[in-house]
């Protein structure tokens, strides 16, 4: 137990940091694809419902480049397990279940973010990919 604390406080840190950066970067790349100058984010001077739909698109950004954003598979598949665990076998399943996968949305958003960047993948993914090759927004 003490060991998956201790991986999961490191995992949260890593989290942090590049969450920081990935908003950052899609914070900034949103309000250029806007016409905001750097000067005018500085000075306030940015339009509040633009600054708002900014944000708001950086935190969605920075949650998919962390694999921490929910969507209907990752929710499913961090559900593996037993919501209320109160008899000894489910106790035990259920640490089975959380030995062998700890990290369960992490993963599963790996796989969403393959699927949606695949060939095969949805028309979402193939915009997205069309607005990071410096489309708009």
Do not use: W
Request: net charge positive; with cysteine.
């Amino acid at each position: 137990e003490g060991y998956r604390r201790l991986t999961n406080e490191a995992m949260e840190r890593g989290d942090v940091f590049f969450s920081r950066r990935a908003y950052a970067d899609a914070l900034s790349r949103f309000l250029k694809a806007n016409g905001v100058t750097a000067e005018q984010f500085r000075s306030g001077s940015v339009d509040p419902d633009l600054l708002e739909r900014a944000r708001t698109h950086a935190i969605q950004e920075a949650q998919e480049a962390t694999f921490r954003d929910d969507n209907a598979f990752s929710d499913m598949v961090s559900s593996i397990g037993f919501k209320n665990a109160n008899t000894a076998p489910k106790k035990a399943a259920n640490l089975a279940v959380q030995g062998l996968l700890p990290f369960k949305r992490t993963p599963a958003n790996v796989a969403v973010r393959a699927y949606e960047y695949s060939s095969t993948g949805s028309t979402e993914g193939k915009g997205k990919r069309e607005c990071d090759r410096g489309g708009h927004y």
